[in-house]
Structure formats: structure tokens, C-alpha cells
């Protein structure tokens, strides 16, 4: 392994084990070894945009500068589904600096360019973004909505199955947050067996428990849920659901 890989494996690590600075040398380290602008030194820019702003989330002109390079050489090597996520990208680093309005302005360029290149999964992903930014505003619920079952239609269509239990799961959390926690347990319900219907075309034992564990986020719900109508027993077999390979 030549020693720039090294230093990305080094600050892959770190980063995955949340010592962020760490992470921000050896990128940092790695980055002067790099003298052109192609994939590689995008996706470079691109860990150091999101290092930083997880380092100091509130000051956003550090990580907005690497997304940018990030994101024009991209657009300059013709890759244009990283240029929608490098939009994406920015979007995240003005939300985490409390900057919402410039967040939805990147964010409806990134649904715009996927929309553009026509990649339904991109366009999911970004109509959920958006609705995640505007889900805890109340006067913006209605829409949120709206964009959550857009982009679980998008995704049930295509198959993209990470998508469209992430929208389910953002229709749910309103319909908690409106206080119809009846109505909310019934779709918990409805994706669990869902996944499980799902998981009958899934051969491999550990493939199985793969796919339940990346949406156990739905049965923390149900089971939250379950607990909040005073349902223990049905809230220990939503546990003992997710257990099931």
C-alpha cells in the first residue's frame, strides 16, 4: 500500500470511530500529495467537506469550499451523479450551520440535476433530503408529506428498497408528531410485514439479517409506538420480529 492510500486508510478510521481531527490530518496529509484534479481528488474533498463540518458544524466556510472544488471537479470530469451528490453535500453543510434556506436552495439544485440525468434513485434520495430539512418545521409538515410519498412512490417502483422504507418512515414520524399514534402504529405495522415479505425472496440467512437490521429504525418505531399505547406484549414481539432471520 503506497503511503497516500495509507494515509486515506488512516483517516477512514478515525472518522468511523468519530475522532474527527484525526481524520482531518491524514486527509490533509493526503491532499498535498495530490497534484491534479480528477475522481480521486474529488472524493478527497469531498471527506474533508464533511470532516470539517461535523469538527465545527456552525462555521461553514471551511467545509463549503472543499464541496465546492469537490463538486466543480465533478462537474469538470463529466460525472454527474456525484455532482448531484456533492449538492446534496452542501445541503447538509448549511443545515448543520443553521443556514435552512440556503439548504433548500441545494437541495432543489440537486433534485433539478437528478431529474436532468434522469436517475430515479438520486432523485428519491434527494426528495427525502428535502423533506427530512422541512419535517420539523410545522408549517411545512403538509409538504414534507407530500415529498415523502413522492419519493416511496419513486422508490417502490425501482426496488430501491433503503429509500423508500427511509420515506415510509418520514410519513410515519409525521403522522406521529400530529398526534394520531392509532394511525401511526397501523403503517409501523404494515412496513414490518412489508420487510418480512421482503425477506421471504432473501436466501441467505446473513443477508436477511442484514436487511432487518438496515431498517431497524422501523422497528424502534413500532415498538415506541407500541409502548406509547401501553401494548408491552406487542411491543416485545416487534423485538423479537427484528431478531427473526
Not at 21 to 42: G, H, P, Q, S
Request: aromatic residues 6%; charged residues 30%; contains cysteine.
Amino acid at each position: 500500500m503506497d503511503d497516500y492510500s495509507q494515509l486515506i486508510k488512516q483517516g477512514d478510521q478515525a472518522f468511523q470511530k468519530e475522532k474527527t481531527m484525526d481524520a482531518i490530518r491524514a486527509y490533509n496529509a493526503a491532499i498535498t500529495m495530490k497534484d491534479n484534479e480528477d475522481e480521486e481528488t474529488a472524493e478527497l474533498l469531498y471527506k474533508l467537506s464533511q470532516a470539517y463540518s461535523i469538527l465545527n458544524p456552525k462555521e461553514p466556510d471551511v467545509p463549503r469550499k472543499y464541496a465546492q472544488r469537490a463538486l466543480d471537479i465533478h462537474k469538470k470530469i463529466g460525472l454527474a451523479d456525484l455532482v448531484v451528490m456533492d449538492a446534496l453535500n452542501l445541503a447538509f453543510i448549511e443545515l448543520q450551520a443553521g443556514n435552512r434556506a440556503a439548504s433548500l436552495t441545494e437541495l432543489d439544485k440537486a433534485i433539478a440535476m437528478a431529474s436532468e440525468i434522469k436517475d430515479e434513485s438520486l432523485i428519491s434520495t434527494c426528495l427525502i433530503s428535502k423533506a427530512d430539512t422541512l419535517a420539523g418545521l410545522v408549517s411545512k409538515r403538509a409538504e414534507a408529506r407530500d415529498l415523502y410519498v413522492e419519493a416511496s412512490a419513486l422508490a417502490e417502483k425501482n426496488g430501491f428498497w433503503d429509500n423508500f422504507f427511509e420515506a415510509q418512515h418520514g410519513v410515519l414520524e409525521i403522522i406521529r408528531q400530529e398526534g394520531d399514534v392509532e394511525k401511526a402504529f397501523s403503517l409501523a405495522m404494515k412496513l414490518l410485514d412489508h420487510i418480512d415479505l421482503l425477506c421471504t425472496s432473501i436466501k441467505n440467512k446473513k443477508e436477511r439479517a442484514d436487511f432487518r437490521k438496515s431498517v431497524s429504525y422501523v422497528y424502534d418505531s413500532a415498538s415506541d409506538i407500541a409502548m406509547e399505547l401501553e401494548n408491552v406484549e406487542e411491543a416485545i414481539k416487534i423485538a423479537q420480529r427484528l431478531k427473526e432471520a
